[in-house]
């Protein structure tokens, strides 16, 4: 799912990643109904979880906005307004 980065909020080994749907379906679709309003959508990693981990991990290390970080919160901050990709297993549906 193709998606704009707008907030990243970590409590207690639990990253949620809030964002904005920018997925060519979406954008179309906001054409068609000629609606202006954007779908906000968040996705939670609870890195305790090996494979969200692994997950969360190897997806920092893709982005080059994360290049020459050195720490997981200068990784996280800098993917902040950012568009890529993310996997929709990991979306919370709440």
């Not at 982005?63 to 997981?72: E, V």
Request: hydrophobic share 40%.
């Amino acid at each position: 799912m193709t998606v704009e980065i707008t907030s990243i909020d970590i409590k207690e080994g639990i990253v949620t990643i809030a964002a904005i749907d920018v997925s060519e379906e979406n954008l179309q679709m906001l054409e068609r109904n000629r609606e202006d309003v954007e779908k906000e959508i968040s996705f939670i990693f609870d890195t305790h979880e090996k494979i969200e981990y692994q997950y969360l991990y190897s997806w920092l290390h893709r982005q080059k906005a994360t290049q020459g970080a050195t720490t997981w919160g200068e990784a996280l901050n800098a993917v902040i307004g950012i568009i890529t990709t993310i996997s929709q297993k990991y979306r919370n549906w709440d």
